[in-house]
């Protein structure tokens, strides 16, 4: 008898041994998707790890039911790399299959993968001109049929889609039903690709000198090293790099995967992509459909796979034939790291490993790596690459810092926006060029606040102030999504009234309405990227013109490639760098380097104006020296000091329970067991930033894990010591959520 061990898509520890009966013997191997049975009758779709001999004791062992999905078959590294996520991000294998599954495989008594049809009309046979001239006499009594017949032969293709068919002509479904029954038309229903897209393929650009002479070190490194960062400041021709690597890698039959950090990147790149590598790109995002994901995974496990992938983190997920390149672009970015729900892994991190389990070569790029990245190489593990010039010779934007205290001491700020910022904005409009506005909501957002007795409202569930929405006139919970209408008074006192506090993008937008009546405004925030698009149109506006001045959160820092904007105004810095993070200012640093990298992107010299009200802060300063080294040196000092990344590691473990009390004496043991072994490697328990949410309390301990300790060691004993704290009564529904490298 042949057994198999399989990882079941759920949140259990472990593998899971079922019989391998001899109808499947031949079609079970590692990496084979397999249907069982699992805790009472429900069926899931089962991943095979191993195949063996060895009968399990103990108990009766159930039979594996059938194959599923017969085409998509895992890799033996697949299989592999998956459960590595598991161990390392400290989470079950079922949930690394989970995520990385698409849930038309993963459930096998819902949905299936089906393929899209298309209904295409016909010849029902050939027909001679003459008797053709017999139909169309005959149909001269069946008015609708015979305009069907004469659009039909005037279209003179020989098959069209029939919905644009009938749509084009005006002619109707029964009409051609009835030219069906006749004999003379036929529909036929057709399996279309839902990933087809159509494309026009273009030359390559050519390098210059800078860029080559980086492409020439790149290749160079790769002889002796696996991951090579590049460092390029923005509009340095990162990505005509990343195209010319790809293109090589191609040439050798060997497979790509290009990584960004959003959604909205992979929109502005694939075009770019598109026009030089054609139908070989395939795109992978959180917004596809699971019918389009399903597709994907049968086409990447197929004989002709999308040679290119381009996708947001979970891409790291697909199956790959012939790995040979990973890049990983904007690889500082904080949206590498997926913080909810589990497997909480960093999609560059997991990419790097997924490189060297295949053997692939990885680039990293960014204009402000991360420390973690830089750290390696400067160290020389990685091969490090600079590019210290825009390409064709575009300066970088000239930085101005308006002090935001002081036009306060002197009553010159009327708003939120700076008289040196309005000056700026006013410049550029006069020349008809375009200005982005950047508000960032990260840590905080607009609240409203009474102005009689000084009462924030918050959420009844979660410990966080409510954001007020001007259009709607209500207050949002951006945890749990709760809704209410605004008060007319203050619910609190019944006397004053609700003022709103931080300005949110929407006062920015109707402040910026008021100072340039005639300019038009567009806003770009989470609100509007939940619709594609909205999103795509408010691009589209804004490349064409039709925007004058965009404002936006996070979103409008990245990847932008606009030639007409000559400003960026960023609203309030002092809110990141004082976010109270250990990277916070590394945070920072990178966003308004990122920012201003979306002025002056050809031509003529861009600006930027940042306002602070601090603005003798070291984050600014080094941003106005330019000097990234010289910042990451003085940060780094600190960080060794205090053993944080890159000079340490971190596992932050979370505890959730509804009752204050039981999760506070659930913490402090916690801490004290781990206190005893670990000592001072223990911080905590701490109350998180927001120490509620959806009514459920949290607590949160830190472990500082020093370079050379085995991190392996010390995430066994923290679960060995959690499992134990889950099993006592006391602590009722606990939870424990780990976070490694948070
Ligand atoms: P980065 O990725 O470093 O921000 P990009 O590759 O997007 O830089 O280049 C910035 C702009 O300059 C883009 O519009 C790009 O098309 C153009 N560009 C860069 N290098 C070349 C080149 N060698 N030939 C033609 N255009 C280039
Ligand atoms: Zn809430």
Known sequence: MRYADVIVPLAVEGLFTYAVPDTLKNKVEAGTLVLAAFAGNRRYTALVVRVHGEKPEGYTVRMLEGVVEEGVKLSPVHVR????????????????????????FREPES?????????????????????????????????????????????????????????????????????????????????????????????????????????????HFYETKDCVLLRGVTSSGKTEIYIHLIQECLEQGKQVLYMVPEIALTLQIVRRLERAFGARVGVYHSGMSEQMRAELWRKQCSDEPFGLILGVRSSVFLPFQKLGLVIVDEEHDASYKQKEPA????????????????????????????????????????????????????????????????YRRKKLMKGSLSPLLVEEMRRVLEEKQQVILFQNRRGYSSYVQCDHCGTIPKCRHCDVSLTYYKQRNVLVCRYCGAVEPMPATCTDCGVGHYRERTPGTERVEEEVEQLFPDCKVGRLDLDVAGSKRRFRRIMDDFEVQEI??????????????????????????????????????ERAYCMLLQVSGRSGRKGEQGKVVIQAANVRNRVYEMLLRGDYRRFYDCLAEERKLFGYPPFGRLVQVELRHKEVVALRNAANELAGQLRGVLGGRVCGPAVPEVSKIGDVNRLILLLKIEASASCAAMKTLLKEQCEALKRNKAYGALRVIYDVDP
């Open 81 to 104: 790399f998956l459960q590595w996520v598991g161990d390392y991000y400290m989470t079950t294998p079922g949930e690394v299959m989970k995520a990385a599954l698409p849930a038309v």
């Open 111 to 219: 949905e299936l993968f089906r393929e899209k049809n298309v209904a295409v009309i016909a010849w029902a046979r050939e027909f001679t001109d003459e008797e053709l001239g017999h139909w169309l006499d005959a149909l001269k009594r069946a008015p609708a049929q015979y305009k069907l017949l004469c659009a039909w032969i005037e279209q003179g293709q020989a098959e069209a889609e029939r919905g644009a068919f009938l749509k084009e002509y005006g002619v109707s479904a029964a009409a051609l039903k009835g030219l069906c029954e006749k004999g003379i038309l036929r529909v036929e229903e057709r399996a279309i690709s839902r990933l087809a897209r159509k494309v026009e393929v273009g030359r390559l650009s050519v390098l210059s000198e800078k860029q080559a002479a980086g492409l020439e070190s790149i290749r």
């Open 343 to 406: 497997p909480r892994y960093n999609g560059r991190d997991a990419a790097i490993m997924l490189a060297r389990m295949t053997g692939a070569k990885v680039l990293l790029g960014s204009a402000t790596p991360s420390f973690e990245s830089y750290r390696h190489a400067l160290a020389g593990k990685y091969g490090l690459v600079e590019l210290n010039a825009r390409y064709g010779g575009v300066e970088m934007p000239a930085l101005l810092l308006a002090d935001v205290k002081e």
């Open 548 to 585: 004058d001045v965009l404002i936006g959160t996070q979103m409008v820092t990245k990847g932008l490639d606009f030639e007409h904007v000559k400003l960026v105004g960023v609203i309030d810095a002092d809110s990141m760098v004082n976010f109270p993070d250990f990277r916070a200012e």
